[in-house]
């Protein structure tokens, strides 16, 4: 349990799921923890609560080192729910959306005190937001993006069968740190001051399935599943178009016949997202030119 303290503080064992996207890329993640006075021990050590200015510095450092602008997009998406005490604990009595995010607040009070969670509803949308307690020196790019990701892949799980992209609305601190349009809904920019999600109030009510909700988020395994040829066959219809305008999700979905959701949770299981795939083939690309042209 956090103690109380006049300071905001986080949890700094929240960091690991960066730390394991760093190793899986093969970078130099002691490196990234060394210049922001980290070490691992210390971060897989759950007693330890930071100000979060230093989980702010090191997730924008992360990204650096990643040369990703979308890195925590990617943690936040491949969060393993079904070992996260907040979300575990929120679902395991939940009957409804509405259940479920009152429970996932109170327990997630439990990891930080430099932020709480907060449901406002009135007739006709919903508002879940993540409020820090303070403002830094510094825009929280990736920690806001992190927050995003996972909230709206548990909110669009729970929500189930009536999800609709369309009708959510999230709003950041900086849209540069997702993609654009992600996974179908509506960005904005905002203040330092935390992540707002809003979505119809009839959600709410909708029954909720823990099962189904948990076993989404075991995703190590789906990424054996997804035969190779389509990542194969998405890259060859990508790569003549890389410098096209409209290389969006909606567009690539047409061209490779599936529908967007369709597509980016094929990405998901296999453990990227288009831009990603659209990055990695343009670094191909350019290096090909170094090497076969006298282009600079």
Aim: aromatic share 8%; with cysteine.
């Amino acid at each position: 349990m956090l103690q109380k303290t006049s300071l905001p503080l986080v949890r700094l064992s929240l960091i690991q799921p960066f730390l394991r996207e760093l190793d899986r890329r093969g970078l130099s993640t002691d490196s990234v923890l060394a210049e922001n006075g980290l070490a691992r021990e210390t971060v897989s050590n759950s007693s330890v609560f930071v100000p979060p200015i230093v989980v702010h510095r090191f997730l924008e450092s992360a990204a650096q080192a990643a040369d990703d602008p979308h890195l925590a997009v990617r943690v936040g998406e491949t969060l393993d729910w079904s070992s996260w005490p907040p979300m575990v604990d929120a679902a395991s009595t939940a009957r409804n959306l509405v259940g479920f995010l009152v429970r996932f607040i109170r327990a997630a009070s439990s990891e930080a005190s430099s932020a709480r969670h907060e449901l406002d509803i009135d007739a006709e949308f919903a508002v879940f937001r993540e409020k820090r307690t303070t403002e830094h020196e510094i825009a929280p790019a990736q920690n806001d993006a992190f927050t995003a990701a996972y909230m709206l892949g548990l909110l669009e799980r729970a929500a189930g069968p009536v999800w609709d992209s369309e009708r959510v609305r999230l709003t950041v601190c900086d849209v540069a740190a997702l993609p654009e349009r992600y996974i179908g809904v509506h960005i904005m920019g905002g203040d330092r001051m935390g992540v707002m999600v809003r979505f119809p109030s009839a959600w709410l009510v909708e029954p909720f399935n823990r099962d189904s909700f948990l076993r989404f988020n075991g995703r190590g395994n789906e990424a054996e599943d997804l035969p190779t040829q389509f990542l194969e066959a998405l890259r060859h219809v990508i790569v003549p178009h890389l410098h096209d305008d409209e290389l969006g999700l909606a567009t690539v979905a047409a061209w490779v016949g599936t529908s967007p959701q369709s597509l980016q949770r094929k990405l998901r299981a296999g453990g990227t997202t288009l831009s990603a795939e659209i990055r990695d083939q343009k670094k191909t690309q350019a290096i090909e030119y170094l090497l076969q042209t006298d282009r600079s």
